[in-house]
């Protein structure tokens, strides 16, 4: 597709459950990001990858969060035990590659809710 | 982390009227993003301001930077109900390629 498509749109989950979160970045973007936009908080940055380097995990808020990024592409982004604190709009973005003069594109985000 | 705050935090006004948004921060930052951010939509760049000082001009919104990099702002003359959104300024942390954004304004424009 033109964008960065991330699916579900919306995923409601008990508390306690495993959630993926998945996305596509545009074809032929190496890097790509992962952001969680709360009530409160913001945009926080979670995690990013470049092509198939190690990725920078260092904003992920536990060990709870994970993700990973299968021939460099597509992207899944898994929650562990979900709690309400959880609950936030994941955002994914790419980027042509890395470097602070690149743009990044987002797509509309998964809105999670826990219960 | 290299904070951002954004000022105001809420803003409703009505079409024709002018605005100024506020990005401070304490840290200098090599340049600054400006985003707006729809309902349901992820935010999309409007700018990017490099220069101390810089000034630049989308329309009818006028972006600065701040001669010592810290902080920059956004006005917009005449608003319209079509520039209703969530305006955030974001910059890259010093270690890395992720970007700091600050908490954002939201703004209402009414007819």
């Known amino acids: 597709g033109a964008g960065v498509s991330q699916s579900p749109s919306n995923k409601v989950t008990e508390k306690g459950k495993d959630v993926e979160l998945r996305c596509d970045p545009i074809?032929?973007?190496?890097?790509l990001y992962w952001y969680r936009q709360s009530l409160g908080q913001g945009l926080e940055f979670l995690i990013y990858f470049q092509g198939n380097s190690a990725p920078d995990k260092s904003g992920l808020p536990s060990d709870r969060f994970s993700a990973e990024r299968t021939g460099g592409s597509v992207s899944t982004l898994t929650i562990q035990r979900t709690q309400q604190e959880d609950s936030a709009v994941y955002l994914c973005?790419?980027?042509?590659?890395?470097?602070?003069?690149?743009?990044?594109?987002f797509g509309a985000g998964t809105r999670l809710s826990v219960l | 982390t290299q904070l951002l705050e954004q000022s105001p935090q809420f803003l409703s006004i009505q079409e024709g009227e002018n605005l100024t948004v506020y990005c401070n921060s304490s840290s200098v930052f090599s340049s600054l993003q400006w985003y707006r951010q729809e309902p349901g939509e992820g935010p999309v760049l409007l700018v990017t301001?490099?220069?101390?000082?810089e000034v630049k001009k989308l329309k009818r919104l006028t972006f600065q930077f701040g001669d010592a990099r810290k902080d920059s702002s956004l006005h917009i003359t005449a608003a319209q109900p079509g520039d209703t959104g969530l305006y955030l300024c974001?910059?890259?942390?010093?270690?890395?390629?992720?970007?700091?954004f600050g908490k954002g304004t939201s703004l209402l424009v009414t007819p």
């Open positions: 301001v490099v220069t101390g000082g």
């Open positions: 074809s032929g973007h190496t890097a």
């Open positions: 974001a910059g890259h942390s010093n270690s890395g390629y992720a970007l700091n």
């Open positions: 973005a790419s980027s042509l590659t890395l470097g602070q003069g690149n743009i990044q594109y």
